[in-house]
């Protein structure tokens, strides 16, 4: 599923600098995004998760999650252009999208293995 491709015209686009904190752990979240053009790191306690670049997208936990918070840190790496959806519109595309449902699912099952291996080294 290209969504870069699908959200390059979304009505709601935000850019940030380089460097700059997109969402920071534990904040109360309203939005997820896309990346459109861009990289941006993930973190866990300052420890770096992955990184998301251009069609890659953040936030997306906060928006399934009852309490609404963020489980990461998000900082730009380069200069990024971000579509944001709000929580309406994300259950709108999920609900009449069953491919953008299902990409989700697959990032939702990606971040669940890259957390457990976070867990796993911060034991070890």
Aim: proline share 3%; charged share 25%; aromatic share 8%.
């Amino acid at each position: 599923m290209n969504l870069q491709e699908m959200f390059r015209d979304w009505e709601d686009i935000v850019e940030y600098p380089k460097k700059a904190v997109v969402f920071s752990e534990r904040d109360s979240a309203d939005f997820m995004y896309v990346v459109i053009s861009g990289d941006v790191e993930l973190s866990l306690l300052r420890e770096p998760l992955g990184m998301e670049g251009p069609g890659g997208i953040i936030g997306e936990m906060a928006m399934i999650h009852p309490m609404g918070t963020r489980s990461a840190t998000a900082v730009t790496l380069t200069k990024v252009k971000l579509a944001r959806l709000n929580r309406d519109q994300f259950r709108k595309l999920v609900s009449e999208n069953i491919e953008f449902a299902f990409h989700i699912m697959a990032v939702l099952a990606n971040r669940l293995i890259v957390a457990n291996t976070f867990i796993a080294r911060q034991l070890s």
